[in-house]
């Protein structure tokens, strides 16, 4: 199970580092359903260097404009632990495939979202809630800059990521759902975050997006599917 997890994380850092999302995606759906300690804890700390090292390697192409989702970050992120302090696996499970469900149907009807200053601020805000309680952050940013330049939307969903983690990682020790567990999954996890930050920039960058692209929503999709159906059966 543990080299499965591995694998699955150095693929979704893969293509996150091509794209720019992609981990929380795909990882957060199926190590979800192999141990519950992965979500949220785990994920939040173990992608950590994946965003960093992304912030730094394309910081020239950030939107300034990013601040304002910041902001709403941190909003999303109080609400988000407020909740999953007292969550059960099962809602937790259910935010995450419906939030996977959400973000394909959204990359699939090319539903316009520009960054405004407003748009900023909402996507910020529910990106913070779901990446607290489901660690899910990216499809709302992903959405809003989903027609600007590719430099530009890797760079500044990393980096609003990365300043993200400041506020979520805190706010899930505080909320009892990151502990010593979560920390040793989270250092299992890293060196295949750390692989796929290495494979995006020598290999899969070079792939057109379009083709990465459905491969994911499809494993998205069908994990999430999984996760929702699992409670009823």
Do not use: W
């Amino acid at each position: 199970m543990a080299a499965l997890a591995v694998v699955i994380v150095i693929i979704g850092s893969a293509t996150q580092a091509s794209i720019g999302v992609g981990l929380g995606l795909l990882a957060a759906p199926t190590l979800s359903l192999m141990d519950p300690g992965f979500v949220p804890g785990a994920l939040a700390v173990s992608i950590v260097p994946l965003t960093v090292g992304m912030t730094v390697r394309e910081r020239d192409h950030i939107d300034p404009g990013i601040y304002r989702a910041v902001v709403g970050r941190v909003i999303g992120v109080l609400i988000g632990a407020y909740i999953v302090a007292d969550a059960s696996q099962d809602f937790i499970a259910t935010v995450i495939g419906i939030s996977v469900l959400l973000a394909v149907f959204g990359s699939l009807s090319g539903i316009t979202f520009p960054p405004s200053p407003r748009n900023l601020l909402i996507a910020g805000t529910a990106s913070g809630f779901t990446g607290t309680v489901a660690s899910i952050g990216g499809p709302p940013m992903a959405l809003t800059y989903q027609h600007a330049d590719p430099k530009a939307l890797r760079a500044s969903l990393a980096a609003f990521n990365t300043v993200g983690s400041a506020f979520t990682i805190p706010a899930l020790t505080v909320a009892g759902v990151l502990g010593v567990r979560e920390l040793q999954l989270a250092v299992l996890l890293i060196p295949g975050v750390v692989v796929g930050l290495l494979l995006g920039r020598i290999g899969v960058a070079r792939l057109p997006a379009n083709r990465v692209r459905p491969f994911v929503l499809l494993a998205c999709a069908t994990s999430a599917t999984v996760l929702l159906v699992e409670p009823i059966l």
